[in-house]
Each structure stands twice: as structure tokens, then as C-alpha cells.
């Protein structure tokens, strides 16, 4: 298996403008997360799924984020419109199951918002 | 509010010589704890875990103490090497919960 497939690698664009995340989780994975990395505050949970199906998005810092995920083998992450402090790296990340060790991140898409 | 603090931001350590990472949590109700490592331009990978049931695990050169009524674990890495240079994370969640992450430490092992 390729394993967690993310694109872009790397975005950059200019506030106001809509991003679109990209994700492939592993097959036959069940749980897919979308985390964010900040200097500040680390590796945050946005979302995450749960069968295609949305379970917790608490994490979700406000209404410019939107995550969606048409069928188990893609999903997408929105931000419109996009400001400067939404500048990070954002992982996908997929599992079997929810805590466990099983967790398996893609390589990350690093957004900068000019 | 942070449940899972890593207070030291970084931490610089000669080849050879132990590596110690410290994680603090504040949820009681956390029972099972991991830690992850993260290259440069690479996603995080689990490294070794360790559940409430138990105070020590052990995988080769890293060992994870668990200390519940101080609310610590720690990550210890013997000996230390320069492929060992990452940001580690550490991660707890509760009952079969989302996990939930610390900032990290950058761990830079010199040679």
C-alpha cells in the first residue's frame, strides 16, 4: 500500500483566496483524521471521520473550515477564505481503529496565506 | 486548555548518551498514552506506546515510564543516535477516545 496520500505537498496563496486539502486514506481503513501543526500549539485534531460519516469537529477552528469525505477513499478540507493565520502544516492521517497505534499520517500539505 | 503538555521545546544530547522527553497531562481520565516521532517533511509515526495498566514499556533502545499518581510519562531513548534527531510527540486519550497530542519536542542528538 502507497500509504496516506496528501496533496498538494505544498500551497501557497493569498488571503481571501479558497484552499482545498487534499486526502487518500490507507484502504480499508475505517477512521480518517485531519490534524493541524502549529509552532504554538503542537498537533491539533480538526475532525475526523468515522465511515465516511462525520463524528467530532470540535476541532474545527471556525466556520471557514469544511471538511467532507464523498466515500472512503478521499476526503477534502476547505478553507474559504483563507487567512494568514491559517498558515501550517496540515496531515490526513487514517486507522483501523480510533486510539490506537494504528495511526498512520500522509506526509502533510504545508499552507502558507500570504 | 492543554491535557497534554510538553513543556521543553527542545532538547540537545551527545551520540551515545540518553535521550530523556517528558510529557505531563492534566485528564485522569486518560488511560492510554503513545508517543510519536516526525522527520522533517514527513508525517508522524508511532514509536512506542504504553497503557495505564502497566509503568514501564520497553522496545529496544526507547522505554516509556509512566508515572499515574504524578500524571508523567516519559520517553527514554539509550543509547542516543543521530538518526534519532525528530520532533517527538506524545499523545493520551481515554476510554477508546481521539487522541490527543502535545506541542512536541525537538530532539537533536549530536555526534
Redesign the interface.
Known sequence: DAG?IQSPRHEVTEMGQEVTLRCKPISGHDYL?W?RQTM??????LI?FNNNVPI?DSGMPEDRFSAKMPNASFSTLKIQPSEPRDSAVY?C?SSLA???????????TRLTVL | DQQVK?NSPSLSVQEGRISILNCDYTNSMFD?F?WYKKYP??????LI?ISSIKDKNEDGRFTVFLNKSAKHLSLHIVPSQPGDSAVY?CAA?AY?????????TILRVKS
Open positions: 496516506v483524521f490534524y504554538m500549539r503542537g498537533l491539533e485534531l475526523y467530532d496531515f492521517a480510533l486510539n490506537t497505534d494504528t495511526q498512520y499520517f500522509g506526509p502533510g | 510538553q492510554y503513545l517533511a514527513e508525517g508522524p509515526t508511532f506506546s510527540f486519550s477508546g477516545n481521539k487522541l490527543v497530542f502535545g506541542a512536541g
